[in-house]
């Protein structure tokens, strides 16, 4: 009886707020914003702006080595806050042993460009490559990606 009361009310509760969301969502804040990543629908949304990251799902902010936090950098050149964002997903492949322990790989690298006058994705790109967000990446990535 517990099991039927239980069940009803899931289905009760899909059916009153719609189908169950399975979004998920990365945050970045920097310079008094909250931008937000669709991991599944590779999508930026900065409260004024909603941006195309111009990949594929999944992708996810480059991440500070074997940490959860998301790396930037600052170039005082451009007067901006860099991210990074891997996406076009890899699937699992023993070529590329990072592939089997991680689900957070990726082919493509964009830069996001924050400043303030907002953000901004550029066209520049990395492709063909194997990336995981919480491996981290090179300097010289961010520097190539934003200028």
């Given at each position: 009886m517990m099991y039927k009361l239980l069940i009803s009310f899931v289905l009760a509760s899909v059916s009153a707020f719609g189908c169950a969301s399975t979004e998920q969502h990365e945050t970045l804040e920097i310079m008094d914003m909250k931008i937000l990543l669709n991991t599944s629908q590779c999508t930026i949304n900065s409260g004024s702006q909603n941006l195309s990251t111009g990949t594929e799902a999944n992708c996810f902010f480059i991440k500070e080595n074997n940490s959860s936090k998301i790396r930037t950098k600052y170039y005082k050149?451009?007067?901006?806050?860099?991210?990074?964002?891997?996406?076009?997903?890899?699937?699992?492949?023993?070529?590329?042993?990072?592939?089997?322990?991680?689900?957070?790989?990726?082919?493509?690298?964009?830069?996001?460009?924050?400043?303030?006058?907002?953000?901004?994705?550029?066209?520049?790109?990395?492709?063909?490559?194997?990336?995981?967000?919480?491996?981290?990446?090179?300097?010289?990535?961010?520097?190539?990606?934003?200028?």
């Open positions: 050149d451009i007067d901006s806050h860099v991210a990074l964002i891997v996406g076009n997903s890899l699937p699992k492949n023993r070529e590329y042993p990072l592939t089997m322990q991680r689900d957070d790989c990726g082919s493509t690298i964009k830069a996001l460009i924050i400043n303030k006058n907002g953000v901004k994705i550029t066209e520049k790109e990395f492709t063909k490559t194997v990336t995981c967000a919480g491996v981290g990446s090179d300097e010289k990535e961010f520097y190539i990606l934003s200028h």
